[in-house]
């Protein structure tokens, strides 16, 4: 009774192990699915930081060549010819300026967008991490099964060959019946 005992503690064991290994297996994918999702809103908030930056480049540049034109027209209509000397120079000074002012833009729109491909970087590694250790759960538990089931055989040969077993025991039962003085 003892050894069928074993076994079945074994088998139970192992049933055990299998499910836990499977619930942890489990757990690592939801994470692993969820650094996806992360690492899909990373990417696309990189994606719209860099299309933002872009469209508020555009509007710098619109904006400067506004306040150039009005700058231009003012002088012209006192008189002065903007196409040559110190005017010419100005308007020249203002384009390229205005030009660093919407490229600073862009640059600060492209590396908030890094930032964000950084973090996408980071969950991609974090989903790799955890389907890692689904695969490695579902090992384990294998493992741990393998392992319930062989101690609880051993328990049962144990029973078997020490004299516990079901089928009695060869080397007598302690009576002394038909012994030989």
Do not use: C
Not at 96 to 103: G, N, T, Y
């Amino acid at each position: 009774m003892a050894a069928a005992i074993g076994i079945v503690g074994g088998v139970v064991s192992a049933m055990g192990a299998i499910q836990q290994g499977k619930a942890q297996s489990d757990a690592a994918k939801y994470q692993a699915q969820v650094a996806r999702n992360n690492e899909i809103i990373a990417l696309q908030q990189a994606a719209y930081t860099r299309q933002e930056g872009a469209a508020q480049a555009q509007r710098q540049d619109l904006k400067s060549a506004q306040q150039i034109g009005t700058q231009k027209a003012v002088l012209g209509a006192s008189g002065v010819d903007v196409n040559t000397g110190s005017p010419l120079e100005i308007q020249a000074s203002q384009a390229s300026l205005a030009r660093l002012d919407a490229l600073t833009v862009q640059s600060n729109a492209e590396r908030k967008a890094w930032g964000f491909d950084v973090e996408a970087s980071n969950q991609k590694a974090q989903q790799g991490m955890f389907y890692a250790q689904a695969a490695n759960a579902k090992k384990a538990a294998a493992l741990s099964a393998f392992s319930s089931l062989l101690g609880g055989f051993g328990k049962f040969a144990g029973k078997w060959s020490g004299g516990g077993g079901a089928g009695g025991s060869l080397s007598g039962s302690g009576d002394n019946i038909g012994a030989i003085s």
